[in-house]
């Protein structure tokens, strides 16, 4: 079998060690010769590279190679796979997202509203160029990004690169919805069943969850569960594993099913459905940004830094074999020094579907092009894709109903507008596209919240005139 040559790039996420740890997990599936990280911030990303010698040095003996750079030539050259998230501007970034609209009484979100604008607008050049990079060393390479805000990044990269089908934006909420809700279907996981779904990325909706071995289809009895079931919550168990936040969101699908039963929406659906409940619910001296500060970011770094002083894992509670014992069905599904199922699990499962021509379905973002025939066929979609060597291939939706296709409309023209505002540099559409966004609406609280983040982002976000 051949072996692949990976770069992760963003060695410095948060993320990263687990995916590290999955690519220990299926390397027989999916053997590996060479491991590169890299990042523009070397002194954060060189904590991970240590805990990365340690964990490669015991658990990959057959990799031949693992280095750590900031060098995009030594990174990028000869590589079949680029493992893409980087967060441009950092936490620090984050946290002006997050508050300064909720200064305004609007949405503070990562990627959603005001603040998934303004990440955009730092976003897609960091995002270019980084496409840009690789192509130039590795002109096949598979590039496979979560970095956010997806939506954003995907329209831009579709209009700079329109012909390059092995760049694939994803995300991991959708699947870590499934992996959450499924049980609801008398026990089933994610991997029993094929999803279909449409939207934008953190804007959609499930429709339909068949059983791959029947063929049928078991959303309706998750939804009935949802609906009906007052012990449901509590069964699926995700109290006590997630931050606050993660379990009010887990929690508040049961309220959006309730209210639009039609399908399962995704979680992101809560802060255009619900803004003022949103609102009303944040903290602005502790929004996510507060949380991942003091939970997952300090959790890993502390974990790799401990790691690397002690220069083994065997014998400790982190040694694979301790860790996952020899069921490597189970395995699968867990990499969890992040605290989160599905990351590293979903992208990995990506990488292996195209290597080995496997052909199964994901969910990810594809230009429309009559998938679903009454909305724009340039509109970037979240939708489900058969993906393998060839790169994915998306599934029909046919037409969507009317409720769907006005927010959709209303979301794509927002998105677009923001891609027009970074790229001409335009501080009208830049206003125009707040207005749009359903978390911000009012034009003079729209123009206050840009000029705030025009200040607070400098170089960082391009020159608007
Ligand atoms: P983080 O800040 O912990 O790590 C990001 C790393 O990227 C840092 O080490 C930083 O130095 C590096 N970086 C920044 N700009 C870079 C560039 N131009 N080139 C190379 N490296 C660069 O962030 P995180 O919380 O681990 O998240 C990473 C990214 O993944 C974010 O964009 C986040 O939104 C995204 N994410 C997406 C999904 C999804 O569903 N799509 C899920 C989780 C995280
Ligand atoms: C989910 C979403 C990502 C988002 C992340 C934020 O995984 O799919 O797009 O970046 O949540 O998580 P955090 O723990 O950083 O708030
Ligand atoms: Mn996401």
């Known amino acids: 079998m051949k072996k692949f040559s990976i770069s992760l790039v963003g060695g410095g996420s948060t993320y990263t060690p687990d995916m590290m740890e999955m690519l220990c997990l299926v390397k027989e599936k999916f053997p590996l010769k060479k491991i590169t990280m890299y990042d523009v911030n070397a002194e954060r990303q060189n904590v991970i590279g240590q805990y990365g010698e340690v964990l490669f040095r015991e658990f990959y003996p057959e990799l ?3 280095v750590y750079t900031t060098d995009k030539e030594e990174a990028f050259t000869d590589i079949d796979f680029a493992l893409v998230q980087i967060r ?17 009484g609007c949405v503070g979100q990562e990627t959603c509203g005001a603040g998934g604008f303004a990440y955009g607008m730092r976003s897609i050049g960091a995002i270019l160029d980084l496409i840009a990079d690789i192509r130039k060393y590795s002109k096949e390479a598979w590039i496979l990004n979560y970095s956010n805000p997806a939506a954003i990044v995907a329209e831009a990269t579709k209009r700079v690169f329109p012909d390059d089908k092995k760049v694939i ?6 699947i870590s919805i499934m992996d959450i809700y499924t049980p609801l279907a008398d026990g089933r996981t994610r991997h029993d069943v094929e999803p279909r779904y449409f939207g934008l990325n953190h804007f959609g909706w499930f429709t339909h969850l068949y059983d791959k071995k029947t063929g049928v289809d078991v959303l309706p009895i998750v939804r009935d569960r949802m609906l009906n079931d007052k012990n449901a919550a509590e069964e699926l168990g995700f109290t006590g594993k997630n931050d606050d936040y993660w379990n009010f969101t887990f929690n508040h699908l049961f309220q959006m099913v309730k209210d639009f039963p039609q399908s399962l929406p995704n ?3 809560q802060y255009y459905l619900y803004p003022r409940r949103m609102v009303e619910h944040s903290d602005i001296s502790n929004t996510r940004y507060d949380e991942v500060k003091k939970g997952r970011e300090k959790r890993v770094l502390e974990f790799c830094k401990e790691i690397g002083r002690r220069g083994t894992m065997k014998g400790t509670p982190y040694d694979l074999t301790v860790k996952y014992g020899n069921d490597d069905a189970d395995n699968f599904q867990k990499a969890t020094i992040a605290h989160n199922d599905a990351h590293a699990t979903y992208i990995v499962e990506l990488a292996m579907s195209i290597a080995g021509n496997l052909n199964e379905v994901f969910l990810i973002m594809t230009k429309n092009n009559g998938i679903i025939p009454n909305i724009d066929s340039e509109m970037m979609l979240e939708v489900a894709c058969r993906v393998g060597a060839n790169g994915a291939e998306g599934l029909n939706v046919g037409p969507i109903a009317s409720f769907e296709k006005g927010l959709l409309e209303n979301q794509y023209a927002y998105e677009k507008l923001t891609v027009d505002a970074a790229m001409e540099g335009s501080y009208q559409k830049a206003l125009q596209a707040l207005v749009l966004n359903r978390c911000v609406n ?20 391009p020159k608007l005139i």
């Not at 501007?89 to 200064?103: C, F, T, V």
């Not at 206050?448 to 982002?457: D, G």
């Open 88 to 104: 441009q501007g950092g936490l620090a970034m984050r946290e002006h997202d997050e508050k300064i609209p909720l200064k305004y």
């Open 64 to 66: 031949e190679e693992f």
């Open 267 to 269: 979680t992101y659906m």
């Open 169 to 174: 934006h994803i995300c991991d909420m959708p």
């Open 442 to 461: 009012d034009a003079e609280t729209a123009r206050k919240i840009l000029n705030e983040f025009i200040t607070v982002n400098g170089d960082y976000f």
